[in-house]
């Protein structure tokens, strides 16, 4: 079975909430790793947000009953990006079938997109 999820964010969403709420928005959304690659940037956070959104549609009913950081975006040696699941998260793909996680991500200084395909 394949499931398919995109999301495109404006940029200055994100950097508004990292205004209004600071660490309490970072560490309830990302990972101490997500919030290490990304060094603070903006559009580098957007994207893992828009990514978590997407990978949330790929199962099937949005964040319902998953938390943020149950769904961790990851990089390889090279940069690519990967998808790591646990908690919620990893049951629901785990009831799903769900083994695999294709994922892209982009971003120009206004918008952060996210599309993500599971298999």
């Not at 969403?13 to 709420?21: D, G, P, Q």
């Not at 049951?91 to 120009?108: G, K, P, V, Y």
């Amino acid at each position: 079975m394949l499931s398919a999820g995109v999301d495109l964010i404006e940029v200055k969403r994100i950097e508004e909430t990292i205004a209004r709420y600071g660490n309490r928005f970072l560490t309830r959304v990302f990972t101490a790793r997500e919030l290490q690659s990304c060094r603070g940037q903006a559009q580098s956070l957007a994207a893992r947000f828009a990514a978590k959104e997407a990978v949330s549609k790929t199962l099937g009913t949005g964040l319902d009953g998953i938390a943020w950081r149950e769904i961790e975006i990851v990089a390889d040696a090279r940069g690519k990006p990967g998808v790591q699941l646990i908690g919620q998260a990893a049951q629901r793909a785990a009831r799903m079938h769900i083994t695999h996680f294709a994922i892209s991500l982009s971003h120009t200084r206004a918008h952060a997109i996210a599309f993500v395909v599971a298999e």
